[in-house]
């Protein structure tokens, strides 16, 4: 299953001001707050095959055997010196169906992230404005 919401021209690249994994009941959410008013291109799956870091093409590793991808664009996660922004670029939140949240890819206005989970289970995308914010919603598994 894929969740998507095309690139549209034209639209200046949101910057990641930061990724935060809560859990509720009956699910775990991650949530990517943006710098601009509403949330870029962006498409969200599970991946078929290994994940590979945009600059390398090294296999990245997730706590988990399923990984959820999170690819935005355009969309960056520097600021305008080269900063990394947010810092954190790994987080381990240890939660039910989110074990792992990791960037995978900074480059050329795109920005990728992985959700290392235990089992492939349902979620869902939620998009909020005023500031743009992602919240993806994975369902703990039994």
């Known amino acids: 299953m894929q969740r ?7 639209v200046p690249a949101a910057m990641l001001r930061s990724v935060t994994a809560a859990s509720a009941r009956g699910y775990d959410r991650v ?3 943006l710098s601009t008013d ?3 291109g962006y498409r969200v799956e599970y991946a078929a095959g290994p994940v590979r870091s945009c600059g390398s093409g090294d296999v990245v590793s997730v706590a988990g055997s399923e990984r959820l991808v999170v690819h935005l664009e355009p969309a960056s996660a520097h600021d305008d010196h080269g900063n990394p922004v947010p810092r954190q670029r790994d987080l381990v939140p240890g ?5 792992e949240v990791k960037l995978v890819c900074d480059f050329e206005g795109q920005v990728e ?4 989970l235990p089992t492939k ?3 869902r995308v939620t998009e909020l404005a005023g500031p743009a914010r992602l919240l ?3 369902k703990q598994g039994p």
């Open 4 to 10: 998507l919401r095309p690139t549209r021209a034209g």
């Open 31 to 33: 949530a990517f707050e």
């Open 38 to 40: 509403s949330a870029p």
């Open 95 to 99: 939660l039910p169906a989110v074990r």
């Open 113 to 116: 992230w992985v959700l290392g």
């Open 121 to 123: 289970e349902p979620y």
């Open 136 to 138: 993806l919603d994975v």
